[in-house]
T-cell receptor, first 114, second 112 residues
Framework: DSGVTQTPKHLITATGQRVTLRCSPR?????VYWYQQSLDQGLQFLIQ???????AKGNILERFSAQQFPDLHSELNLSSLELGDSALYFC?????????????FGPGTRLLVL | GNSVTQMEGPVTLSEEAFLTINCTYT??????LFWYVQYPGEGLQLLLK?????DKGSNKGFEATYRKETTSFHLEKGSVQVSDSAVYFC???????????FGTGTSLTVIP
């Protein structure tokens, strides 16, 4: 158990809908990363937040947005969903240890868009 | 730019065989290097890491050495077990910037 929690574990929805994925980082970790993992594109970095502020942006679509709240949990919002958005979505929190920033991943949310 | 290249899978080995999964990287300066493992239906777990040249990361019988001269961080294990069946990801993080870069993953299946 990494200490990072994600809800829900599974989500089935229809095209055009909007969903919210939730992530709670490990206690004390200020940084949260979001990733999308699909069969054809591997693990894609979406966005990073640090202590409530956006730090880095990767391959995140304009239909997707995220935020990090004062209690440090984060939400990833996916709107106008398309079939191609079906994937595993992971969040990770990170800490500096042993001279490196190390990420700890949650179990993921499996999204299926029908 | 920064990138990580892993050997293509899938890899199938018999129990107790020697494992090598190749990983090379492109980066400026001295990134930190990582191996993560993903078991079926689970998230990625940190397996080992190395933060500077010639460092050797090790965990659960797996090892990888940070080779600056060949820009490589190959994962090795002397004797694999069925329980090692998983997908292995090599990753790097630059010391400047906030992004991690992951390889595409190498699927390993160990058969009894």
């Amino acid at each position: 158990d990494s200490g990072v929690t994600q809800t829900p574990k599974h989500l089935i929805t229809a095209t055009g809908q909007r969903v919210t994925l939730r992530c709670s980082p490990r206690s004390g970790d200020l940084s949260v990363y979001w990733y999308q993992q699909s069969l054809d594109q591997g693990l894609q970095f979406l966005i990073q937040y640090y202590n409530g502020e956006e730090r880095a942006k990767g391959n995140i679509l304009e239909r997707f947005s995220a935020q990090q709240f004062p209690d440090l949990h984060s939400e990833l919002n996916l709107s106008s969903l398309e079939l191609g958005d079906s994937a595993l979505y992971f969040c990770a929190s990170s800490v500096f240890s042993g001279g490196a920033e190390t990420q700890y991943f949650g179990p993921g949310t499996r999204l299926l868009v029908l | 730019g920064n990138s990580v290249t892993q050997m293509e899978g899938p890899v199938t080995l018999s129990e107790e065989a020697f494992l090598t999964i190749n990983c090379t990287y492109t980066a400026t300066g001295y990134p930190s290097l990582f191996w993560y493992v993903q078991y079926p239906g689970e998230g990625l777990q940190l397996l080992l890491k190395a933060t500077k040249a010639d460092d050797k990361g090790s965990n659960k019988g797996f090892e990888a050495t940070y080779r600056k001269e060949t820009t490589s961080f190959h994962l090795e294990k002397g004797s694999v077990q069925v329980s090692d069946s998983a997908v292995y990801f090599c990753a790097l993080r630059q010391n400047t910037g906030n992004q991690f870069y992951f390889g595409t993953g190498t699927s390993l299946t160990v058969i009894p």
